[in-house]
């Protein structure tokens, strides 16, 4: 991708891990194509985000990035800096910033040049554009050889894709307070569930900490735990999991992805009924209404 500068576009600012930038290219792309406009991503935040590295270049994205000096929100650092912002001409850009979960039907009247700073957790925002989104979140490169074995395994079988999110949600107080965490006694449920639906299943458990996945998940079922790879290469272990049939989701936007990409009108989905513990955050416009919510 490449910086351009000047160049009147829909700019979406990116942040946070690999789900939560999808999210953000998807409203802006969608958004972009309804307005018959190209997208600027802006890349700046992720350039100072220490918890995740920017990992959209794994798709084959249309979109370039942003110069920050295009931002509507643009704060120049240092004293030369500052001083040279008071005669920055002001920004064209109309900023929507969007701090709720709910889904805000208005951003989709939106014309004109806009800069979208959100989290856009809902597929609403880009109704109509599955099929070029689906099309532009496919890999930019073939799979390692080791993901490829897993492939084979997971196209040789009557594929569920299980993920469990652990991580930060374990380890920072902030993030716990506000996702938790999911308890072997749902992912029972959810396999029990979901064998009724799937038969002969194989459950293919994806997890960034296998061993809890391995000491915490049991099945009457064959389960395969992959394991994660300090690669980079997230997007294609995502790519795993839409391979799969079907699938049960941590309350994580990765596994949301994971089980969207699957674009078989056919597939089942399970959801934890529950995705955050914070009462405070609304989930009602997350989950698509076709997936099942246990």
Not at 69 to 76: E, G, I, L, M, T
Not at 104 to 130: H, M, N, R
Not at 217 to 228: H, N
Request: net charge neutral.
């Amino acid at each position: 991708m490449t910086e351009t500068r000047n160049e009147m576009a829909v700019i979406t600012h990116i942040v946070g891990g690999l789900g939560n930038q999808m999210f953000q290219y998807a409203a802006g792309r969608a958004l972009s194509l309804r307005t018959r406009q190209p997208l600027k991503i802006d890349i700046s935040s992720m350039r100072k985000y220490r918890r995740r590295d920017f990992s959209l270049e794994e798709f084959n994205i249309e979109a370039s990035v942003a110069d920050p000096s295009d931002s509507p929100v643009y704060r120049p650092r240092g004293f030369w800096a500052r001083t040279l912002q008071k005669f920055r001409k002001p920004s064209p850009y109309r900023y929507i910033r969007h701090v709720e979960q709910a889904f805000a039907p208005e951003i989709l009247d939106l014309t004109g040049l806009v800069y979208l700073e959100g989290y856009w957790q809902s597929e609403k925002y880009f109704a109509g554009f599955e099929d070029t989104i689906r099309t532009e979140f496919a890999l930019a490169r073939p799979m390692s050889n080791a993901r490829q074995a897993t492939l084979a395994r997971i196209k040789a079988s009557n594929a569920v894709s299980v993920h469990v999110r652990r991580g930060d949600y374990v380890t920072n107080a902030s993030a716990n307070a506000v996702h938790g965490t999911i308890d072997p006694e749902w992912y029972a449920a959810a396999m029990q569930r979901m064998a009724e639906k799937v038969q002969d299943p194989t459950f293919f458990v994806f997890s960034d900490d296998p061993a809890w996945a391995s000491a915490n998940l049991k099945s009457q079922w064959p389960v395969v735990f992959i394991a994660p790879q300090d690669d980079g290469r997230d997007a294609e272990d995502m790519h795993l999991m839409a391979a799969c049939g079907s699938h049960i989701t941590a309350n994580s936007t990765f596994s949301w992805w994971g089980a969207w990409l699957n674009p078989n009108p056919l597939k089942h989905v399970i959801a934890p009924l529950q995705w955050f513990r914070s009462t405070a955050h609304d989930d009602k416009d997350l989950i698509p209404t076709s997936w099942e919510r246990l």
